[in-house]
């Protein structure tokens, strides 16, 4: 049984892989060639004819020599020169085919494995991401299937092609002199050992090389991803370091694995030459009883050639099989992770909700066995309210939410919407009616515009500026230079942290949820920004029902119930006042934090008299 991709590793630990060839990683491509079997077939008849005439040439070569050049049959001559036309002439053009046609059909195989491999990683639990180096995920969906090209687009039909030659060229050998075909393979048991032992060890070559491949670009990729970070504490230096001894032992291992490589076409070579000198040797001294005319044996060179040859090719194949394996092995193995979270059989639509959540003594663990990160939590909140969650950090907070919209499944109890198990209506009708926006927002590249309407595709540019202007982000995007068209780079690093999050505010409440759900959205949001997104924000959670994550609790204060989270359970609960007249857990972090900012702002006063 495949792993199922959970080990977590960074960029300096080697994945682990089989050690032998998977052949049912192989048989698996099989399943890619199926959709274009007639593009196949037609490929397969043109080699056929293809082989066919390289089996033939030999053989008028042999009837000149020894018919027609002896008798001086000058118009057999011509006619047979005319048949030499015609084949080279057909030989071409089936070659041209060939190469066009398989090179076609093994992108288009690459096309639905890259797009089922991107499709998969789409349905992936979040600890898929956070067990491993993004930049390990990004090199199968590029450079591993990249990789496989050449296999798939030639030498998975060319080695059918190869092989055919060589049956064909064996049983016409056969045909015109079984003894000298006999000692024409007395090399081929050589040949199969030294493929054999040169397997083992460039299998081995290519697994580390393909590690190291991992590890170089999970490292690049963090490194792009951290560099603010790496120039504000000036570690460019350290850095570069670390770059050049992940880099080199990228070299040490290429190196390797192309010494490996580089061993078989010479072996190949050196036995198809030995062989052929062998045969000289035999056909003219007559050895072991064999007795053949001139244009036999040059026949018979000639058919070693097509025989050695797609010998060689075919060596050639099994060298690339064996460096793609490991490729295979790693995209296999991603495509074989299952999704911890997908559809039921039988998972019915989610209608329209209203709003009403229930969470019915729900216990939650990450893993079997594991401590319980929630502990029997039972709330009822009825449509339209809006609740907060507080607590220390580690409470349960967002685990609570991640419930809510099924990033994870409750291990004991049940969360229902509208009384339906969230666990038993499809993904999509559940999550397509709510609205989740994280402390840590995502802005793709592309304009403002597109940005937003990634929350309602169908969005018109009206409904665009009305969201926007809800969460009072018009303002500040119309004040840049192309206003809605303004293109703004990958993650939004040209805007500010709150520019960031007021944005992803518009896209969610575009999607005009059922369910609202802000995971410390207002964070990094300042303290008059905030003021006014809250006005815009009063009649927009009206009708919606509305969990709201704050360590800032004056973005929490009228919400209609308050829910105090430690140690995985609910310890206090009611609206602002009642928690305040209680004296306890939420009283003393209200007072805490009125503390900080009243000091803060005798400190800013206190600098305001000095100055």
């Not at 118009?75 to 085919?97: H, K, M, T």
């Not at 140690?567 to 209200?590: T, W």
Request: net charge negative; with cysteine.
């Amino acid at each position: 049984m495949r792993s199922n991709g959970q080990r977590r590793n960074t960029f300096r630990e080697d994945e682990e892989l089989e050690e032998q060839i998977n052949l049912r990683d192989i048989m698996r491509v099989g399943v890619y060639l199926k959709p274009y079997i007639g593009e196949v077939v037609r490929i397969l008849t043109v080699v056929i004819l293809m082989s066919g005439i390289l089996v033939a040439v030999p053989y008028l070569i042999k009837i000149i020599i020894d018919s027609v050049i002896p008798n001086k049959d000058v118009s057999q001559l011509l006619l047979l020169g005319g048949v030499f036309l015609v084949a080279i002439v057909i030989y071409e053009l089936c070659l041209r085919y060939r190469t066009v046609s398989i090179t076609r059909v093994g992108q288009l195989m690459l096309k639905d494995m890259r797009r089922d491999l991107f499709s998969h990683i789409q349905t992936l639990p979040f600890s898929y991401f956070d067990s491993r180096p993004h930049g390990k995920i990004l090199i199968r969906v590029v450079n591993y299937v990249n990789t496989l090209s050449d296999t798939l687009s030639s030498g998975l039909i060319n080695v059918i092609s190869d092989v055919f030659t060589f049956i064909i060229t064996l049983v016409v050998m056969s045909v015109i002199d079984w003894k000298l075909t006999l000692w024409s393979l007395i090399l081929f048991p050589v040949l199969i050992i030294w493929v054999r032992v040169l397997q083992f060890f460039q299998r081995k070559a290519y697994q580390k090389l393909s590690n190291k491949q991992s590890n170089l670009n999970a490292y690049i990729h963090e490194s792009i991803a951290g560099v603010k970070t790496t120039q504000t504490f000036a570690r460019e230096r350290t850095q570069y370091e670390t770059f050049q001894e992940q880099q080199g032992e990228v070299r040490k291992s290429w190196m390797t694995a192309v010494h490996i490589q580089f061993l078989m076409w010479p072996g190949v070579q050196n036995i198809s030459t030995m062989t052929i000198a062998f045969i000289y040797y035999v056909g003219v001294m007559g050895f072991g009883g064999v007795n053949v005319s001139t244009g036999v044996l040059i026949a018979f060179i000639g058919y070693a050639n097509n025989f050695w040859n797609p010998v060689i090719n075919i060596g050639n194949f099994y060298n690339q099989l064996i460096t793609c394996s490991a490729y295979l092995e790693r995209i296999f193995e991603t495509l074989d992770v299952v999704p911890e979270i997908q559809d039921k059989p039988g998972a019915a639509t989610l209608p329209q909700i209203r709003g009403k959540v229930d969470f019915n003594d729900v216990v939650f663990r990450y893993e079997e066995g594991g401590r319980n990160i929630l502990n029997l939590v039972d709330f009822h909140v009825e449509p339209g309210r809006t609740i907060a969650l507080v607590g220390p950090t580690g409470a349960g907070k967002t685990t609570i939410i991640n419930l809510l919209s099924r990033f994870y499944d409750v291990s004991e109890g049940s969360v229902t919407i509208d009384g339906y198990d969230v666990r038993d209506v499809t993904l999509e009708s559940l999550r397509r009616q709510m609205g989740v926006m994280l402390q840590d927002t995502f802005i793709f590249s592309g304009n403002i515009r597109d940005n937003i309407r990634y929350g309602n595709l169908d969005a018109s540019d009206e409904e665009i500026e009305s969201a926007a202007k809800a969460v009072h982000a018009h303002e500040f995007i119309m004040e840049m230079p192309n206003g809605y068209d303004t293109v703004v780079e990958e993650r939004g690093a040209t805007l500010s942290a709150g520019q960031r999050q007021l944005i992803a505010f518009a896209r969610v409440l575009l999607a005009d949820p059922r369910i609202l759900i802000l995971d410390e959205a207002t964070s990094n949001i300042d303290t008059r920004t905030e003021e006014a997104l809250q006005a815009g924000l009063d009649h927009l959670l009206k009708g919606r029902t509305s969990f709201i994550i704050a360590h800032r609790l004056s973005t929490i204060e009228n919400a209609d119930e308050i829910f105090y989270i430690d140690h995985g359970q609910i310890m206090e609960h009611g609206s602002h006042d009642e928690l305040l007249a209680l004296k306890q857990a939420y009283f003393r972090l209200y007072e805490s934090q009125y503390a900080m900012i009243r000091v803060a702002n005798g400190g800013e006063a206190l600098q305001a008299e000095q100055a």
